[in-house]
């Protein structure tokens, strides 16, 4: 059920949320549409992309579907100039698409795992700031939340991949922050910590998914960063915020 206007902490914002089709990013596209903004719901098939937007438009929330592989960089670089002409700003960037990489010992990482994740998991981060910057600059309070985990920190073996490319996407999350600090624009990551999604699944095959906590406990987490009277920036944080 659509929160009633008074209610709505995300009134009329426009919120890009990648990885959008299942797991955190759909719990968050859902409640950000809940939550008054107009969600573009980007993964990388239409179709894994429709269920959403039915859920949305059933709710009484609006959404936009951007079914584009974060692994092709012209379509990712065109992003900025197509939203701009839609939307003439952006006011919420949730990065939250991600790949595991495989876990293998390093000497044993393939080179399609080994760019895949690298691919998704930073370079992509990388041209939607590029891309995006200009239509974040338009907002009155641009907000930014790229989804991090403690594989960051933790460098345990067998997760080379996943580790490098998150320790990579802190230090871009963070530079990106200290460059806009004297913006409106707002910086941060979030550590959702063992959320029951897929890519969990992925990495712990055994592991009963009813014992840990659903993307949707995330959700008010999310909302908060990205409301406009959030005022930190360049912080990483756990969750629940």
Known sequence: ??????????KDRIALVTGASRGIGRAVAEAY??????????????????????VI??????ASIIPLDLGSNKRVDGLGPALYERFGKLDILVANAGV???????????DPNWERALAI?????????????PLLKRSDAGRCIFVTSGAAHRTRAYWGPYSVTKAALE?????????TAQTPIKVNL??????ATAMRAEAYPGED??????????????????????????QRLEAPV
């Open 100 to 110: 595991l990489g495989g876990l293998s010992p390093l000497a044993h990482t393939t």
């Open 33 to 54: 549409a809940a939550e008054g903004a107009h969600v573009l719901l980007l993964a990388r098939k239409q179709e894994s992309l429709e269920p959403v937007d039915d």
């Open 57 to 62: 438009r059933e709710g009484g929330g609006t």
């Open 190 to 195: 979030l550590d959702p910590g063992a959320v």
């Open 209 to 234: 998914p009813a014992t840990l906590k659903g993307p949707e406990s995330l959700v008010e987490s999310f909302i908060r960063l990205a409301e406009p009277a959030w005022s930190e920036t360049g």
């Open 121 to 133: 998991n930073v370079s992509a981060n990388w041209r939607l700031i590029r891309t995006l910057d």
């Open 1 to 10: 059920m659509t929160a009633s206007s008074q209610q709505q902490r995300l």
């Open 171 to 179: 230090a871009l999350a963070l530079t990106y922050a200290n460059e």
